[in-house]
T-cell receptor, first 116, second 111 residues
Framework: GAGVSQSPRYKVAKRGQDVALRCDPISGHVSLFWYQQALGQGPEFLTYFQNEAQLDKSGLPSDRFFAERPEGSVSTLKIQRTQQEDSAVYLC??????????????FGEGSRLTVL | SQQGEEDPQALSIQEGENATMNCSYKTSINNLQWYRQNSGRGLVHLILIRSNEREKHSGRLRVTLDTSKKSSSLLITASRAADTASYFCATGPGGYQKVTFGTGTKLQVIP
């Protein structure tokens, strides 16, 4: 596609529900990032994929958070047993570069999760 | 955790004035990028400066980098109301591509 696509744009979940957020990166982009952005804050790194390999998941806040990119393209961020503190915008970004120096990140519009 | 901190946290200027935002970071970097975010939207890349560069220009944007002080500045000249947004610096330490963002400067340009 023309850009990074995220769905759903808005999700309201009851505390304890599981949610799945989808990211469709720009075709051919090797790197994929997930970030969490609280209101008025900068994006916080969650996890990074190079193709299908999850190379860094150090930012995932708990074992309730799980991300996958099985075929090296679409990625899903899953949050199990959601808590109110999980309420945030979840941003996905992709980049063409695979190794070496960092290149420009292309961001989706984000998925806003509200946990009641 | 945030790698960088922007200063000021908020900035309000009149249209036509210049806006300067500063970013300080903690660890060694391979490059530093600046991004812009309009309210409720994703981030948009503005400019990238590599660790061996000291200054870079792109249109009305001027970025400086001082690796000895672990700091960068973003200057927007002749600001416009459409420049109203939050601005973030982002650093990449090299190796693989983990990019971490600062806390952001919220810029308001008054017409």
């Amino acid at each position: 596609g023309a850009g990074v696509s995220q769905s759903p744009r808005y999700k309201v979940a009851k505390r304890g529900q599981d949610v799945a957020l989808r990211c469709d990166p720009i075709s051919g982009h090797v790197s994929l990032f997930w970030y969490q952005q609280a209101l008025g804050q900068g994006p916080e790194f969650l996890t990074y994929f190079q193709n299908e390999a999850q190379l860094d998941k150090s930012g995932l806040p708990s074992d309730r958070f799980f991300a996958e990119r099985p075929e090296g393209s679409v990625s899903t961020l899953k949050i199990q047993r959601t808590q109110q503190e999980d309420s945030a915008v979840y941003l996905c970004a992709s980049s063409l570069d695979g190794k070496g120096s960092t290149g420009e990140l292309f961001f989706g519009e984000g998925s806003r999760l509200t946990v009641l | 955790s945030q790698q960088g901190e922007e200063d000021p946290q908020a900035l309000s200027i009149q249209e036509g004035e210049n806006a300067t935002m500063n970013c300080s970071y903690k660890t060694s970097i391979n490059n530093l990028q600046w991004y812009r975010q309009n309210s409720g939207r994703g981030l948009v890349h503005l400019i990238l400066i590599r660790s061996n560069e000291r200054e870079k220009h792109s249109g009305r944007l001027r970025v400086t980098l001082d690796t000895s002080k672990k700091s960068s500045s973003l200057l927007i000249t002749a600001s416009r109301a459409a420049d109203t947004a939050s601005y973030f610096c982002a650093t990449g330490p090299g190796g693989y591509q983990k990019v971490t963002f600062g806390t952001g400067t919220k810029l308001q340009v008054i017409p």
